[in-house]
């Protein structure tokens, strides 16, 4: 691995900060390079581009953060500043985890606690909150305008940044993942789930490392990944956009249904498509129901 293909790498690691923030981390690791004019002994040196990029969001570049616990959120919601902002929870507190994002991108990664850092959201856009009953609910509501965000005239081209930081291989009854506009992903995270639902409207969800059953998932005209286990009753429900699932497992051991109009489904080796179909087997105890307009929904059991 060279200078460049190092950058490139971190650069794909350090997506949660603000644009300005990324800029101006590669470009001091970049001179760091120049200087050393040794690029196998400055690798040596940062070890590798994930882990250099694990401390450059645990400093967030320079930007002071205003640490929030749970006990203070209810009192500072209707702030209305930007910039840094930074929650965390008890992870004994928490049953269950609600994500649901309007405008922003989204970067989950595994840590010692729970924890919100966010780039460029306003306070009074930002809920983070634990209830009674242990739901851990994450949640920008500000919308997101198309226009005003492809405009040249927009002076302020900022993509809202959230990063996520959940325990190594936590356990929560039930899990909720949505996202409108932004994008939302996981990196190298296990998370054990009873049940758990994902949608995406128009961007990206990946979601790696997730295992539990009960699932239920939808995509408008966005891509949605998921990776791990998928037990017991699996919906899909996939309008435009594309479902991708990697599931640990024997095919075998599922059965499924699936209406598909003028999109693809394909599960293994099998394929259906092109022309409205139903195909109905005899349900197991894992079944895989899928609904497929337009879009494409492809499953691989290994």
């Known amino acids: 691995m060279n200078k460049d293909e190092y950058l490139k790498e971190l650069k794909s690691f350090i997506r949660s900060l603000t644009n300005e923030e990324q800029s101006e981390a590669i470009q001091y690791y970049s001179d760091y390079f120049d200087e050393a004019g040794d690029d196998e002994k400055v690798i040596g040196e940062l070890g590798s581009p994930e882990d250099l990029a694990k401390t450059i969001i645990e400093k967030m570049a320079n930007v002071p953060v205003e640490k929030k616990h749970e006990k203070d959120t209810e009192n500072n919601q209707n702030k209305t500043s930007i910039g840094a902002l930074y929650y965390e929870f008890d992870e004994e507190q928490v049953k269950n985890l609600v994500i649901k994002v309007r405008a922003a991108e989204v970067v989950i990664v595994s840590g010692k606690k729970y924890s919100v850092e966010t780039r460029g959201v306003a306070e009074s856009d930002m809920f983070c909150s634990i209830d009674s009953k242990g739901c851990l609910t994450i949640s920008n509501t500000k919308k997101f305008v198309f226009i005003n965000f492809l405009s040249h ?27 409108g506009a932004g994008s939302m992903e996981s990196k190298n995270i296990s998370l054990y789930i009873k049940e758990g639902s994902a949608e995406v409207g128009a961007e990206n969800l990946i979601l790696k490392n997730i295992y539990g059953g009960n699932l239920s998932l939808r995509c408008g005209m966005g891509n949605l990944v998921i990776h791990g286990t998928a037990t017991g009753r699996c919906n899909i429900d996939c309008g435009m956009g594309s479902v991708k699932m990697k599931l640990n497992g024997n095919q075998e051991d599922y059965s499924y249904d699936a209406k598909v109009g003028l999109g693809e489904f394909k599960i293994n080796n099998e394929k259906k498509g092109g022309i409205i179909q139903s195909v109905t087997q005899s349900e197991k105890e894992n079944n895989l129901s899928v609904n497929c307009g337009m879009g494409s929904v492809n499953i691989s059991i290994k």
């Open 153 to 179: 005239e927009r002076i302020n081209r900022l993509i809202p940044r959230i990063l996520i930081t959940i325990p190594q291989d936590a356990k929560i009854e039930r899990f909720l993942a949505y996202v």
